[in-house]
Nanobody
C-alpha cells in the first residue's frame, strides 16, 4: 500500500544545489530506514544516503559534507538536500523505504527522478 514518488530533479550547473523530495502515500513513521539511491548510465546503483527511524544518518563518501538527508514525518516526506553539485552526481535518484518485520522485511521503491549536473 506504500507508494513513493520522487520530485525535485532537473538540470543544474556544477556548484549549484537541488532538493529532492520523496512523498510517501502510506506514511513513513513505521519505516525503519529510508534512503536515497542513485544510478548513473553504465554504473551500478549505489546507496547515497540513509536515515533510520532513530535519526541516524549514513552517506557514501563521495557526498559527505555536500548532501543532507532528512525526514518530515508529519508531511510523510523524505528529502535530500544536495549542495556543491558535481558532474559526477548526474544520475537517476531513487527513494527507498524499508520496514523490518519479525522474520522478513518490506522494501519499497520510487520510480526515480533525473538529476543532471552540467554547464
Amino acid at each position: 500500500q506504500v507508494q513513493l514518488v520522487e520530485s525535485g530533479g532537473g538540470l543544474v550547473q556544477p556548484g549549484g544545489s537541488l532538493r529532492l523530495s520523496c512523498a510517501a502515500s502510506g506514511g513513513i513513521r513505521n519505516m525503519n530506514q529510508m534512503a536515497w539511491f542513485r544510478q548513473a548510465p553504465g554504473k551500478q546503483r549505489e546507496l547515497v544516503a540513509a536515515i533510520t527511524s532513530a535519526g541516524r544518518t549514513n552517506y557514501v563518501d563521495s557526498v559527505k559534507g555536500r548532501f543532507t538527508i532528512s525526514r518530515d514525518n508529519a508531511k510523510n516526506t523524505l528529502y535530500l538536500q544536495m549542495n556543491s553539485l558535481k558532474a559526477e552526481d548526474t544520475a537517476v535518484y531513487y527513494c527507498n523505504a524499508i520496514r523490518w518485520l519479525v522474520t522478513t522485511q518490506a522494501d519499497y521503491w520510487g520510480q526515480g527522478t533525473q538529476v543532471i549536473v552540467s554547464s
